[in-house]
């Protein structure tokens, strides 16, 4: 039995599309609507706003230092997503071919942080990594143990050190965001690399391929839908990132969700930041129709 | 993989390879290294977090001794559940109208209902603010319906992740059971209650523990949809953190991690560890 026409079955149609579309079209199209609507507007005294159809807060949306924000959050956005890749690509290997046994409890252990509260796991990086954290009396031990070897083969010891600022910058912006979206990037690894068929690989492996060309040539380009669903998992929450730029970035680290929160709070522009949230969204909407019109040219051959 | 027990190495265990094990080892150090910090520092007798100076529970008295983070605290659990509950039934509902009928604009709708999942939280958060700051929303309602607003912006961003996980379960049905059914005599209702929801049941499971975490987690909608007066924990500790670092946020903190792991462990218990890594 297939998909039923709905004319055939009004009744219990009507039971399950009512309460969806209501819900989708009052509490989510239509807020929508009003920020579509007011980034036409303008402000009019402090708290009016009048929607003059006026294309400003656009115009300003394209000066040089919202343009350079975007180029910055994009850019820090990329970076995110490579590292989470280099990073989760042999994870996500590790757990395909881990034991029986093994597998559910180490994608226990990548899904574990994912469902830990963000603000959580943003904070206890933040103790990590503070001037007084574990990260810098680690390096300090380092750069000490170094100096001590120094001496030992008699050469000048090292200057004495100090403790570099890990927070606060956008180092940490990029650690912090690495930190939090890992997860994401693994999982739809795990899942394409899990449909693999291993015969492929096997067969690679027979006729001579080493274990590195195997992967680059056999397991990358058949993961390819996967490894491209990691990505734009990734990518899209870290370019709307809000909390890590906001916590343990630097004043030279927002990112475009920043301007939009303070457009909303402190500078009270609310046209402007509906403009730039809608500049957000439809850069979301160009990258996921790059992604489906990639993931349609298999499909034509 | 029993296939290759007996050989030392096969060439596919790659995870029984050393590299491999240092990796996946050092991945997890690095995920699970400052949780287990904080946790730990949550009981040191230290009001600067750096130095171990002794064992102490003073900061979790002075956190639950603290109304406005045990409010906060109460108030992020009683919208997590609330959300769930609404989500649980919004999306089990929207899953079955794709999964069984064909309707005018179906794609449309189908791309709409996953669009909260796409859309940057930032701009949801926005969107609820002018939605509610549009239709005069009343803030001085009483408790838990000042939590109205919250409750209703976390449905929406919750729902449509259940739909996706329900309807790769529906996708696994086998419609001649239904057919079966219905033969036998049972009602529409009987067919969804007795057939349709027991083989449901591991996807619900799923979408209620990822619709509570979800909702638990959230800073960025809550932050601009709670009104003046009410507070979740997130946002509170988000102000905590802003003003200072001090061991209560540890505290509280590791009291949430706790509740998490708990939770994880009744999923796990209700569906074996296999089936909800397989919902992800």
Known sequence: MAEQDWKTNKRVFAAVSLPTLFWIIVFFLVPMAIVWLYSFGENKGLTEIDISGTLDNYKRATEWLYLTIFGKSFAVAALVTLICLIIGFPVAMAITFASEKWRPWLLLGIMLPFWTNLLIRTYALMMLLGTQGFANKGLGALWEGTSWIKTLVGLQPLPTWEPVQLLFNNFAVV???????????VLPLYAALDRLDRSLIEASLDLGAGHFRTIMRIVVPLAAPGIIAGVMITLIPAL??????????????????????????????????????????YAMFALIAIQSMRKKVPEVR | MALFARTPVAPLEYSRTLWMRLWVGAVMIFLYAPLVVLMIFSFNDSKRNVVW???????????????????ALINSLTI????????????????????????PLKSAIDGTISLPIIVPEICLGVAFLMFFAAVDWPTDLIWPFNLGAIIIAHITFCFPFVTMVVRSRLATFNREQEEAAKDLGASEWQVFRDVL??????????????????????????YFTSGPDTITFPVKVYSMVRFSVTPEVNAASTLLILLTVALTFVALKLQGVKAIAETH
């Open chain 1, 175 to 185: 650690f912090g965001l690495v930190y939090v979206h890992l997860p994401f990037m």
């Open chain 2, 53 to 71: 100076r002794g064992f102490t529970t003073k900061y979790y008295e002075k956190a639950m001794g603290n109304d406005q983070l045990v409010e």
């Open chain 2, 80 to 103: 997590a559940a609330l959300a769930t509950v609404a989500s649980l039934v919004l999306g089990a509902v929207a899953a079955v109208m794709l999964w069984r009928f064909r309707f």
């Open chain 1, 240 to 281: 709307g990132a809000y909390l890590t730029p906001d916590l343990m970035g630097g004043t030279d680290s927002q990112m475009i969700a920043n301007v939009i929160e303070r457009q909303f709070k402190k500078a009270n522009d609310w046209p402007f930041g509906a403009a730039l949230s809608f500049l957000l969204i």
């Open chain 2, 197 to 222: 929801i027991p083989h449901i049941k591991p996807a619900l499971v799923a979408g209620a523990l990822l619709s509570f975490t979800l909702s638990l987690d959230d800073f960025v909608i809550t």
